[in-house]
Structures are given as C-alpha cells and as structure tokens.
C-alpha cells in the first residue's frame, strides 16, 4: 500500500524503521480522480508559465492541498526507481454572477441548457516539480458536474502518477490553475536514502550501498559498516552547517566490514556520516544521528568560543549553529556577578561564525561578553583583558535620559544601580560627589552614547590609594603609641615578655602532645579511682594518656597481651613513654616474675593488661632497652620507698605527688617548662589526686592486717 509521507518522516528519525513502498509498473505516467469527477493528462509535458494572478469571474475550480506518497516505478522486478505520487484536492472558488460568455469562465456550453447554474465547471491544474538536476511541469485537465458545485466545497482529487526521483534528493512541487486565480500551493520534502527503504532487493544502486548503524559504548560510540568483504567504500565525517557549506572533518575510503570508534567528546549535533560504494554515479547515504543527544549538546557549548577581531568586532565560534542570544555585562575588579547592561543595551541573537559589531565607542577590560540560550548563562568572557591588561578598579556610572533632556546618574553595583547623590551605605553614595567631579572634568572614559544615554567608566585608584594611605598613617601612630608605653613600663614589659614566651613553649607542647602509656595492677576499686584521676589530670596537660580503664570494649575484644602490644609498640613509635604505677600487688607479681622467670604468671582477669605486660616489660629491663622507653611511680604512703625492685630502679621512679614537678617535666620530654609554670601545673594535679588518694589510703587502712597489704601478700596464698 502507498506509505504517507508525514508517516515516513517520522519513521526516518534517529533510528529509522524500513518501510515497503508500493509498485508501479511501467513508465507512463497517468491520472485518476475520486468519484464523480473526470480528468485527462495532457500528453507530454508543458511549460512552467504560471503567469499573474486575476480575478474569477464565477464559480471556478482551485487546488487547496497537496499531498505526496512515495511508490516504486518499476521496469523490471529488480530495476525500480523511487517515485512521487502527488495528490491535488481541489474546491469552488467564488461565486454566480451576472451571465457573461462561458468560454472565457472556462465551462463547457450546452446548448441545450439556458441557465449557465446547471453548467459543469471545467479547470487545467498545472503540477511543477523540481529535483535537481530534473525540472518537469505536467497539465491535468479535471471536470466537475453541475451537481456537485457548491461555492467554498470540496470537490475531491486528482492523482498524478509519477514524478521519478534520486534517493535522498530534495523536492520541491506547486499547484496552480491556468488561468491562475490564487497564490500557488507548494510543498517541499526531503527524501529518504536506502537506509529508510525496503528497496535493497528493487533499485539496484542500493544493491551495493554500505549499511550503516550507530551504537553507544560506555563511553564510545560505534559506527558499524554491514558490507560485503572486499567491497571498498567511502566514510566522511561532516559538521552540516545551516548557513553554508558542510565542513568536512574526517574522510576515509575503506574496505568492508569497518567498526569505527568515536570518543563521545567528539560528538556535536549536527555531527553527520555519510557513506557510499566507490562507483561511477553511487548513491551516498547521509545520517545525522546525533541532534538530539545531551552529550552532543553539552560537547557543543564546551567547544565553542569567544574571539575578539579587529575594528570593535566580536564572534561567537563553533562547530554548529546555536539558538543562543548575547549581552554585554561590567565585571568589578572585587569579583562578584557579571552585571549586564541591560538596559540601556539590548539583547542580540547570534550568529555562530560570523563578525559581529561591538554597540561601544571604545573597548574596556571590564566589559565581558554573556552567551545564554533559554535563559541559561553557557559562556562568558572578557575579551579585552588580553589587549588592554587586567580588570581595572573602575566604576561604571550609567546616565540616561528623557523626552526633556534630562539627566540622571547612578553607579552600577553588586546591589544596583546606585544614585550618585544618595544617603546609601555603598562605595558610590559615598563618593558620590567626587565622581561627579571626575565627569565634569573628563576624568572617566565614555564606552557608549545614544539618545537615550551614556555608559562611563571612571577610575577608582586614587580614591583607593587614599584610603591605605589613612590606615599606614593610623598603624604608624599606634605603633609610636606602643613604643613609648614599652619605654615607660619596661620592667612590666619584661615580665610580658616572658610569660609570652612560656606561653608559647607550651603550645608547641600542646602542638607535639607526647604520648603517656600508664600501667598499674588493678589491687582494689580504691585504687583503680586513684589511677582514674591521675590520667584525668594529665590529660589536661598537653599529653596524650592512654590506660586500659578507658578500653574495657577493646581489651575484651583484643585480649590483654594484644591490646598491650598495640598500645606500646604505637606508644614507642611516637616517641612516648611507658608509665609503671607500683602498688603493692604490682610489686607482688613482679618479685614472683623475678623468682621464676620461666613460669608463667597466675590466672589473671580479663582486663588485667599489667599482668599481660610482664612478659615484655621485664625482657626490656633485662636487656638495658629500658632508658628512655619507661619511667616509675609510686604513691605517698601506699608504698615506702625501697619496696620498688632494684631492676626498674635504671629508670627515674617517682613518688607522687611530693615528685610531681619532676614527674611532669619527664613525662612531657625535652621542651618541657622547667618554671613556675610547671609548678602551677603540679599543684594542680596534686588537688586533683589528693582525694582520690586519701579515699584510697583510708579504705587500706579500714581492711587492716585482714587485707594482707604489703609487699609480702603475694606470698600468703
């Protein structure tokens, strides 16, 4: 069946589906018409004169549409060429007026008949097609009976069969009347290549044409050419420009089959592919696969740029044509939105790849170019930073004016446009009456007039300068200020001086914050508060403690020995220390480690990690490896002196807190502050402590000689 031509061109869109084409044998040409009506083809064809317009005299025949369908023209079953079928509807234009002579308003006479109402109407509808290089004009001769002429109806159609093609060729058909009584019809349509049509097997030049599909991979694209081995072919790439000629960006002639990768960057909208056999005459097949893809869209505005020429003249350059608009806009030297100038300059449409004029006297760094399409900012950019140096600080000040000549100044700011002449808190009311001076005496440079108004751009420097040149003036008096109060209050200053200096000791303390790993045996509750306010309290030094009461999830998920592990080999690896807290139980398990260094410790609790340290904290005192890695403490009146062990004597052992400054400075290392302001510090850690140590020291003292306290405990069970 005939295939429509609206329906075939929206098959033939990015992916086209191939349609079947009726055929039509032989190669006369012929007309028909709808019920009801008579018509005759002229033979031969005549020549396009449609003449001037005149006016109906009565009632005639007029064509009102023109419609098209594709066929095949076939002279044998595999010699077929592509044909355009034309249908003309046709309707009664004008009306009866008074009897005239009927042969010049073109109706057969009857003589039989007084009255020319009952007439038939009788019309030479004239079809002109062109499709380069053809150009053919055929006569169709239509009559109406009496009965169906009615003034403004449709009488039917008239089909002409055929008018021969080239695939992919542009078309262009009219319709008129001889004599002609209105404007003619026309239609113009593009028509499909082999790639749309089921004629592989019917017109032999598509035969051998090269089939091509398009694919996406990740992040290229695929051109895959279905052709047979060995057959050689043509492949060009193509931008197609709307004003112009194509431009030409990759050609190749191949060998068949072909798989042609492309990087996605590369593709642009009106990016094309055509292809072709090399042979005498082939017929090329175009496709332009990529105008509706956002990537193409986004390559295309990524590729495009601004370019200033010679003479005041700007271009916008890229591969395709863009439905884009452009404004100029002032860029201030402190960053910020580009402000167009709109108004008092209009908006223009652009035209990619061509000069465009500058509506300004002179060129300004600050003046920038925006590019926008749908109301979205693509491009902007300052072109004439490039020739005359960077943005300036320069303000522009907009005067317009009216009917009556009258003028007004604002300065165009972040906020607005700001009257000179203002109370506002901005840059330009402020000076406002200094710019108004530079403009009476042609300070500022004009960039635009016309009778509506003037663009200037005035220098801001010096006022710039002025007002650094106040603030070294009020540093200068302050620091004169200074130096005479240091001279009065030298003794003052000193101390200044120095508790300034302390200060800065300990935040390069604080900054290093040295790393304290502090080990006990957990003797009683008593005692492990005790130990509890001791890290509290180191932590508000710069230190950075760590102590299994603050672990209890990861000793029970690790164990013990893993967590100590852990904790000493990072301890050592940042340049900490280890801290062994004596306690009587502790001094107990140590003398048994001492007494039997090959058998191992008793059962011992879950989170007990002195106990679990033993094994590696006493190889380090055998072997000299202690100094430098660890230090001792024990505490006023829960141990004397001498219960400590003679082998971890190689390291300072304190007692707390009689020790504590001397405690303090070796926990934090070198740097240490070895004045009153580490004395400060002790006495603090020493309120803090003294609670907890007395509470300790009395529940001791509450379970007497029944607790078994002492160094001797560990041997009573």
Known sequence: MPVPWFLLS?????????????????PQDAARCSPGLSCHLWDGDVLC???????????????????????LRCHKETDCDLCVRVAVHLAVHGSWEEPADEEEFGRTPDPGLEDPRNASLQAHVVLSFQAYPTARCVLLEVQVPAALVQPGQSVGSVVFDCFEAALGAEVRIWSYTQPRYQKELNLTQQLPDCRGLDVQDSIQRCSALPWLNVSADG????????????????????????????????????????TITLNHTDLVPCLCIQVWPLEPDSVRTSVCPFREDPRAHRNLWRAARLQLLPSQDWRLDAPCSLPAEATLCWQAQDGGPCQPLV???????????????????????????????????????????DSLGPLKDDMLVVETRDSQDNRSLCALEPSGCTPLLSRASTRAARLGEQLLQDLQSGQCLQ?????????????????????????????????????????????????????????????????????????????????????????????????????????RRELSAQGPLAWFHAQRRQTL?????????????????????????????????????????????????????????????????????????????????????????????????????????????????????????????????????????????????
């Open 10 to 26: 929206l098959a033939l869109g990015r992916n086209p589906v191939v349609l079947s084409l009726e055929r039509v044998v032989g």
């Open 49 to 71: 004169l449609p003449g001037g317009i005149v006016s109906a005299p009565g009632p005639v025949l007029v064509p009102t549409l023109l419609q098209t369908e594709l066929v």
């Open 219 to 258: 992040d290229h694209v695929r051109l895959v050419l279905d052709v047979s081995e060995e057959q050689r072919f043509g492949l060009s790439l193509y931008w197609n420009q709307t004003q112009g000629p194509a431009k030409p960006w990759w050609h190749r002639n191949l060998t068949g089959p072909q």
């Open 343 to 385: 108004p008092p300059l209009p908006r223009a449409n652009v035209t990619v790849n061509k000069a465009l004029k500058f509506p300004l006297l002179k060129g300004h760094p600050n003046v920038c170019i925006q590019v926008s399409t749908w109301e979205k900012l693509q491009l902007q950019e300052c072109l004439w930073t």
């Open 447 to 551: 960039l635009w007039d016309d009778d509506l108004g003037a663009l200037w751009a005035c220098p801001m420097d010096k006022y710039t300068h002025q007002r650094w040149a106040l603030v070294w003036l009020a540093c200068l008096l302050f620091a004169a200020v200074l130096f005479l109060l240091l001279l009065v209050k030298k003794d003052h200053v000193k101390g200044w001086l120095r508790l300034l200096k302390e200060d800065a000791l300990e935040g390069a303390a604080a900054a290093r914050s040295r790393v304290a790993l502090l080990l006990y045996s957990p003797d009683d509750a008593g005692f492990e508060r005790l130990v509890g306010a001791l890290a509290s309290a180191l932590c508000q030094l710069p230190l950075r403690v760590a102590v299994d009461l603050w672990s």
């Open 573 to 717: 690896q940042e340049g900490g220390v280890v801290v062994l807290l004596f306690s009587p139980g502790a001094v107990a398990m140590c003398h048994e480690w001492l007494q039997d260094a090959a058998s191992a410790p008793g059962a011992h609790g879950p989170h007990d990690a002195f106990t679990a340290s033993l094994s590696c904290v006493l190889p380090d005192f055998l072997q000299g490896r202690a100094p430098g890695r660890y230090i001792g403490a024990y505490f006023d009146r829960l141990l004397p002196p001498d219960a400590v062990p003679a082998l971890f004597r190689s390291v300072p052992v304190f007692s707390l807190p009689s020790q504590l400054p001397d405690f303090l400075g070796t926990l934090q290392g070198p740097g240490a502050l070895r004045s009153r302001r580490l004395a400060e510090r002790a006495d603090q850690v020493s309120r803090a402590l003294q609670p907890a140590l007395d509470s300790c020291f009395w529940s001791q003292e509450t379970a007497g000689t029944g607790s078994g306290m002492g160094p001797e405990a560990g041997d009573r069970t």
